[in-house]
């Protein structure tokens, strides 16, 4: 499982990028290509285990970045959209009803994406409107990088919050032995 989906989401998206690439180098003609991450490429999903995929989609999120440095210099922008919890037919399966009522509930717009926001957000990066844009990662998920962000934040005030504690209880305890 691990290597097919390395091959389709990063092999795959890397030969066609290159193949491309190598034409519109040739014809010097400027190109935007549009890859498809996903958040996945950057945070870990709760419920489901899928490791495998998160690190294919993690590379292709580095891949963006790589390949938009590289091929500035021909004119040619390289973007990614990582789509969030997304409405698709591979979902639309009963199995998935209680995972996806727990994407829906973390997110604050209540819902799943849709195809047409994915669609559109692709029409922007393949247009003049995003032309001084290259190596950008646009994360499409209806808020739930946003909550993600915060419970970060709080989960790391909380550890310097802990850290700070029991750095205080150590001195008044060592304090206490030496005291007496």
């Known amino acids: 499982m691990f290597r097919r989906l390395l091959d389709i989401n990063v092999t795959g998206t890397f030969l066609v990028a290159q193949a491309i690439a190598q034409q519109m180098i040739e014809k ?37 970045k790589s390949l938009a440095a590289e091929w500035a ?14 409405d698709t037919a591979l979902n639309r399966v009963p199995a998935l009803d209680a995972q996806k009522r727990i994407w829906v509930d973390n997110t604050p717009q209540k819902r799943l994406g849709n195809v047409d926001e994915l669609n559109n957000l692709a029409v ?40 700070s504690l029991v750095e205080k209880l150590t001195k008044v305890t060592k304090k206490r032995v030496i005291d007496g």
């Open 28 to 64: 010097q003609n400027p190109v935007s290509m549009v890859f498809v991450a996903s958040m996945s490429g950057s945070i870990v999903n709760y419920p489901q285990e899928q490791s495998c995929y998160n690190a294919s989609k993690a590379a292709v999120i580095q891949l963006t």
């Open 73 to 86: 210099r021909y004119g040619i922008r390289v973007n990614a959209i990582s789509p969030g919890y997304m």
């Open 124 to 163: 922007f990066l393949s247009s003049d409107a995003s032309s001084y844009m290259t190596g950008k990662l646009l994360i499409l998920c209806c808020g739930y990088w946003i909550l993600l962000t915060l419970t970060n934040r709080f989960q790391l005030a909380h550890r310097w919050w802990l850290h």
